[in-house]
C-alpha cells in the first residue's frame, strides 16, 4: 500500500487529542501553505484562516461548539471564514484577484461577465445562496490541509457542531462580509482509533 493511502486509513475523526503534545510550528506552517496552495472556484481564493494557539483563545470558543473537548484539547483549532458580498462582481475584490493576474480592464471585464453569468444560472447571487457556494469552498482548502496533516501522522477533527451566529459575533464579523464556515481541529490523537465503518466500492461507485 502507498504512503498516501495508509495515512488515509490513519485519518480518522479524532475526538480526544493528547493536551500535552503540540504540533511543532514548522509543521503547521507547512499544512497552512498546503490550504494557501489549494484549488477554489474562478480562483477566487474566498476563504481566511483563523488559528487558535492560546488556551484563552480556544476556551473562549469551545462553549459556542456544544462544549466539545476537541476545541481545547487540539494543538491548533482552524476557524475557516468566507468572504461574501465581495465575491459578487463587480467589486474590488475581484478586481484585484484578476488584475494580480493580468492588469487589464477587458479581461476583467470579461471576468466579471463570466462569473456573474454563472452566479445567476446556478440561482448563487442572492446571500444565502452565495453564504452556501463560499462555505464549499473552504470545505475544499480543509480537505486539502485534512490529507496532509495525516499523510503527517498528525490528526484532525471537522467541526460543525457550533453556534454560528454566535461564533460569528465572538470574532467581531459582519455576516454579509464574512461569515465563519467550518473549524478543524488539528493535534495528536489522546486515545487509539476506534474501528471505522464505511459502505463498499460497489455500493459507492456506478460505472456506466
Same mark, same amino acid.
Given at each position: ?98 488584475? *494580480?493576474? %493580468?492588469?487589464?480592464?477587458?479581461? @476583467?471585464?470579461?471576468?466579471? #461577465?463570466? !462569473?456573474?453569468? &454563472? ?69 495528536? *490523537?489522546? %486515545?487509539?482509533?476506534?474501528?471505522? @465503518?464505511?459502505?463498499?466500492? #460497489?455500493? !459507492?461507485?456506478? &460505472?456506466?
Amino acid at each position: 500500500m502507498n504512503r498516501f493511502l495508509e495515512s488515509i486509513y490513519f485519518r480518522h475523526s479524532c475526538k480526544l487529542f493528547d493536551e500535552d503534545k503540540k504540533i511543532p510550528k514548522e509543521v503547521f506552517d507547512e499544512i497552512l501553505e498546503v490550504g494557501r496552495l489549494s484549488p477554489s472556484s474562478f480562483g477566487l481564493e474566498p476563504t481566511r484562516l483563523l488559528v487558535l494557539r492560546s488556551d484563552e483563545a480556544k476556551a473562549a470558543l469551545r462553549p459556542l461548539c456544544w462544549n466539545q473537548p476537541q476545541i481545547t484539547s487540539a494543538s491548533e483549532v482552524v476557524v475557516f471564514k468566507s468572504l461574501q458580498n465581495d465575491l459578487v462582481p463587480p467589486s474590488n475584490y475581484t478586481k484585484q484577484s484578476t488584475f *494580480r493576474r %493580468k492588469p487589464d480592464l477587458g479581461a @476583467y471585464q470579461a471576468f466579471c #461577465d463570466r !462569473l456573474g453569468g &454563472y452566479l445567476r444560472e446556478r440561482g448563487l447571487d442572492s446571500y444565502e445562496s452565495l453564504s452556501h457556494w463560499s462555505a464549499k469552498q473552504a470545505y475544499i482548502m480543509a480537505t486539502y490541509m485534512v490529507a496532509y496533516a495525516s499523510y503527517l501522522q498528525i490528526d484532525t477533527c471537522y467541526i460543525e457542531g457550533y453556534e454560528k451566529k454566535a461564533v460569528e459575533e465572538l470574532y467581531g464579523l459582519d455576516p454579509f462580509k464574512e461569515q465563519v464556515s467550518l473549524i478543524v481541529c488539528f493535534g495528536y *490523537r489522546g %486515545k487509539e482509533q476506534q474501528q471505522r @465503518y464505511r459502505i463498499s466500492l #460497489d455500493d !459507492l461507485v456506478e &460505472y456506466r
